[in-house]
C-alpha cells in the first residue's frame, strides 16, 4: 500500500498552488502549517501595508525560524534539567554508606 497522498497547498499571492507529496498521516501537519503560514502574512499585511508580496513571505520565514530556534533552545534546556533531575535521583537511590563502610576501604 502507498503511504504518500497528493495534497495541494495554497499560499496567498503565489500564482501558482504548491502539489506536495506527503506522508498520510502528516497531512494535518501540512494543512495548520498552511494556515499558519497564510494567517501571519495576512496580519504582517495589515502591519505593513506598503511592503512587497516578496518582503511579507521573508518576513514569514524569518519569524518562523525565530519560532523554530525559540523551540530547539527550549528542548535543549529541557534535555539538561532532565540530565540534572537524573543525576540527583539516581545519588537518592544509592544506598547511603555508614561510618563502618568507611572505615573498612
Known sequence: M??????TIRLV???EP????????????????E???NDLWWELRQLFGKKS??????????EFATRYLRIEKSEE???E?????????HRMTL???????NASK
Open 2 to 7: 502507498n503511504d504518500k497522498l497528493k495534497i
Open 13 to 15: 499571492n503565489l500564482k
Open 18 to 33: 504548491l502539489g506536495l507529496r506527503i506522508d498520510r498521516e502528516e497531512e494535518e501537519i501540512y494543512r495548520q502549517a
Open 35 to 37: 494556515v499558519k503560514v
Open 53 to 62: 508580496s516578496e518582503e511579507l513571505f521573508a518576513m514569514v520565514a524569518y
Open 77 to 79: 534546556m529541557l534535555k
Open 81 to 89: 534539567l532532565e540530565s540534572s533531575f537524573d543525576s540527583v535521583i
Open 95 to 101: 544506598p547511603e554508606r555508614t561510618s563502618e563502610d
